[in-house]
């Protein structure tokens, strides 16, 4: 068995092994996972300091789950988008499939919380090939982002069955994938793997850091690796209340997410999905953090800030122009108090 496979298998799933590991009531922990899955793998365990730090509110079962009765548990409309069980088509020239159900943790602010992890909803082969098929048929679509759940849990050999025929087709120009493991269990990337990954550029991976001190020595080698193999890296991440919610950790993850040659893409606000409230922070929270790294540092560690809805990304802006009269506009930066006046043309 590879290594990751017997890490993932000796994961925290059950309710007494969980509120044992995390000291918890081991009845509020069986009203969580009743209702959502729970896994936390031996690695991602292992970077719990202590009860309540950044790593463990992005793991740990928590009763205010079940409390948020109010939240939809498909806010985006994935569901009616689908134009089959695994393609979701919202932009005119790119999709996205979604290859897995399972994650190597599952993250308690999931914006798939309603699928992800949950055996009943497994995605099968046949339904992927069948995916695959649409895209065939859809000729405007040139970018094919692979998505679950996580496609890294996958074998490599079923990744490459679905990779090999998406590169055979013609109008398939790029291929992306949204894999979190090089953050939760970094020992998925495996020489194996990047040797098969290489065979089918132009291919991009955006990966899923929410806070520096998930940057580990392993997670570094992982990205590394990825680098290595002439993957150019990006990475999501979601503003969460008193978890990332703070300009000066958001840069130092930005600019940590550099060094191991990943590069800042998008910065979300948490959507109001059905059970992860608690996790919600108001726009200012996201802009404020912009704000903190336009300008004060290296533009590659700014992400966009966006809130994803129904109809696609909207991007979320600082306000750069003050006024603008007569052709006259007053813009100022986030990093410095003067303001310049630009002159539009006639
Ligand atoms: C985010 C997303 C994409 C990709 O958007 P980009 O802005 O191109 O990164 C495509 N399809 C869906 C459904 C998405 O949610
Ligand atoms: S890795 Fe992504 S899909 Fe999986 S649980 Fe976390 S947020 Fe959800």
Same mark, same amino acid.
């Given at each position: 068995?590879?290594?990751?496979?017997?890490?993932?298998?000796?994961?925290?799933?059950?309710?007494?092994?969980?509120?044992?590991?995390?000291?918890?009531?081991?009845?509020?922990?069986?009203?969580?996972?009743?209702?959502?899955?729970?896994?936390?793998?031996?690695? =991602?365990?292992?970077?719990? !300091? @202590?009860?309540? %730090?950044? $790593?463990?509110?992005?793991?740990? #079962?928590? /009763?205010?789950?079940? &409390?948020?009765?109010?939240?939809?548990?498909?806010?985006?409309?994935?569901?009616?988008?689908?134009?089959?069980?695994?393609?979701?088509?919202?932009?005119?020239?790119?999709?996205?499939?979604?290859?897995?159900?399972?994650?190597?943790?599952?993250?308690?602010?999931?914006?798939?919380?309603?699928?992800?992890?949950?055996?009943?909803?497994?995605?099968?082969?046949?339904?992927?090939?069948?995916?695959?098929? =649409?895209?065939?048929?859809? !000729? @405007?679509?040139? %970018?094919? $982002?692979?998505?679950?759940?996580? #496609?890294? /849990?996958?074998?490599? &050999?079923?990744?490459?069955?679905?990779?090999?025929?998406?590169?055979?087709?013609?109008?398939?120009?790029?291929?992306?994938?949204?894999?979190?493991?090089?953050?939760?269990?970094?020992?998925?990337?495996?020489?194996?793997?990047?040797?098969?990954?290489?065979?089918?550029?132009?291919?991009?991976?955006?990966?899923?850091?929410?806070?520096?001190?998930?940057?580990?020595?392993?997670?570094?080698?992982?990205?590394?690796?990825?680098?290595?193999?002439?993957?150019?890296?990006?990475?999501?991440?979601?503003?969460?209340?008193? /978890?990332?919610?703070?300009?000066?950790?958001?840069?130092?993850?930005?600019?940590?997410?550099?060094?191991?040659?990943?590069?800042?893409?998008?910065?979300?606000?948490?959507?109001?999905?059905?059970?992860?409230?608690?996790?919600?922070?108001?726009?200012?929270?996201?802009?404020?953090?912009?704000?903190?790294?336009?300008?004060?540092?290296?533009?590659?560690?700014?992400?966009?800030?966006?809130?994803?809805?129904?109809?696609?990304?909207?991007?979320?802006?600082?306000?750069?122009?003050?006024?603008?009269?007569?052709?006259?506009?007053?813009?100022?930066?986030?990093?410095?108090?003067?303001?310049?006046?630009?002159?539009?043309?006639?």
């Amino acid at each position: 068995m590879e290594s990751w496979r017997r890490i993932l298998a000796e994961s925290l799933s059950e309710p007494e092994e969980i509120a044992h590991a995390l000291k918890m009531d081991v009845e509020d922990v069986k009203s969580v996972t009743d209702i959502y899955p729970v896994r936390i793998n031996p690695y =991602y365990l292992s970077l719990i !300091k @202590e009860k309540g %730090d950044t $790593i463990w509110k992005q793991c740990a #079962p928590d /009763l205010r789950e079940l &409390e948020d009765l109010a939240g939809n548990a498909d806010p985006l409309d994935e569901e009616n988008q689908s134009r089959n069980k695994v393609v979701i088509h919202r932009y005119p020239d790119r999709v996205l499939l979604m290859v897995s159900n399972q994650c190597a943790m599952y993250c308690r602010f999931c914006t798939r919380k309603r699928r992800v992890g949950d055996s009943k909803k497994n995605i099968q082969p046949a339904e992927v090939m069948q995916g695959i098929d =649409y895209i065939r048929k859809h !000729k @405007e679509i040139r %970018d094919v $982002i692979v998505s679950g759940g996580d #496609p890294f /849990l996958l074998s490599d &050999e079923i990744l490459e069955k679905y990779l090999k025929a998406l590169r055979a087709i013609p109008h398939v120009e790029i291929i992306r994938i949204g894999t979190r493991t090089p953050c939760v269990l970094p020992q998925r990337i495996t020489k194996k793997l990047c040797r098969m990954l290489k065979k089918y550029h132009p291919l991009y991976i955006n990966t899923h850091f929410e806070h520096p001190s998930e940057i580990t020595a392993e997670s570094s080698k992982a990205c590394e690796m990825l680098a290595d193999a002439g993957i150019p890296l990006g990475n999501q991440s979601v503003v969460l209340k008193d /978890l990332n919610d703070d300009p000066l950790v958001m840069k130092e993850l930005f600019q940590k997410l550099l060094k191991i040659r990943v590069k800042p893409y998008y910065l979300y606000l948490c959507d109001p999905v059905k059970g992860i409230k608690h996790f919600r922070t108001g726009i200012e929270k996201g802009l404020a953090i912009i704000r903190a790294v336009k300008g004060y540092t290296s533009g590659m560690a700014t992400p966009q800030f966006v809130v994803d809805s129904s109809a696609g990304k909207i991007p979320l802006v600082p306000q750069y122009i003050i006024e603008n009269t007569d052709n006259v506009l007053k813009l100022q930066s986030t990093f410095s108090d003067r303001v310049v006046e630009y002159i539009e043309v006639e």
